[in-house]
């Protein structure tokens, strides 16, 4: 887990001509992208450097960055996701967690029964929810709720027996 980058945003599209990208942001907004910047303020490790970074007023934000000169350059980034690695981000609180620590967990139900594998966290407005992947390539979702979710560690998430059901 630690070693794993963990995605911060993405880039959206060129924004003007002079270089500038778009971004969607994966966090809460432009400050929280800003906190979790190393002093390099380096992506991807260090392929860009961000030099400017500015809310757009849409939820999303506009970015420069030292390696792209033009709107050619920032075109070409379009669907470039924005990575720091895990270790660089402040430690977390009880109770939360990064996306990218819940992708790749085993899930089991609260009776043991092996549900599947986490492979993805969506968030559509209501919360977090867990999509997992059963062993036959049936897919289900659970929202990241105590009573659906009532445990979770590095290891595994334990998914409550009503929200496995087939």
Same mark, same amino acid.
């Given at each position: 887990m630690i070693g794993r980058p963990v995605t911060l945003a993405a880039i959206s599209g060129a924004h003007g001509v002079g270089g500038e990208v778009r971004l969607k942001l994966f966090g809460e907004g432009v400050e929280s992208l800003k906190s979790h910047l190393n002093?390099?303020?380096a992506? =991807?490790?260090g392929?860009? &450097?961000?030099t400017k970074l500015r809310d757009d007023g849409k939820g999303g934000a506009i970015a420069r960055f030292a390696e792209v000169a033009d709107r050619t350059a920032a075109e070409k980034?379009?669907? &470039?996701?924005? &990575?720091?690695p895990r270790?660089?981000?402040?430690?977390?609180? #009880?109770?939360?967690?990064?996306?990218?620590?819940?992708?790749?967990?085993?899930?089991v139900s609260t009776e043991g029964e092996a549900?599947? &594998?986490?492979?993805a966290v969506e968030n559509f407005g209501a919360g977090d929810v867990l999509e997992i992947e059963r062993a036959n390539s049936k897919?289900?979702?659970?929202?990241?709720?105590?009573e659906a979710v009532p445990e979770? =560690?590095? #290891?595994?998430?334990v998914i409550a027996a009503a929200y496995a059901a087939d």
């Amino acid at each position: 887990m630690i070693g794993r980058p963990v995605t911060l945003a993405a880039i959206s599209g060129a924004h003007g001509v002079g270089g500038e990208v778009r971004l969607k942001l994966f966090g809460e907004g432009v400050e929280s992208l800003k906190s979790h910047l190393n002093a390099h303020r380096a992506f =991807n490790d260090g392929a860009l &450097t961000l030099t400017k970074l500015r809310d757009d007023g849409k939820g999303g934000a506009i970015a420069r960055f030292a390696e792209v000169a033009d709107r050619t350059a920032a075109e070409k980034l379009r669907g &470039t996701v924005l &990575t720091v690695p895990r270790a660089s981000l402040p430690p977390l609180a #009880e109770g939360e967690y990064y996306y990218t620590d819940l992708i790749g967990l085993a899930a089991v139900s609260t009776e043991g029964e092996a549900l599947g &594998t986490c492979i993805a966290v969506e968030n559509f407005g209501a919360g977090d929810v867990l999509e997992i992947e059963r062993a036959n390539s049936k897919r289900f979702m659970v929202p990241m709720r105590p009573e659906a979710v009532p445990e979770w =560690n590095g #290891e595994r998430l334990v998914i409550a027996a009503a929200y496995a059901a087939d």
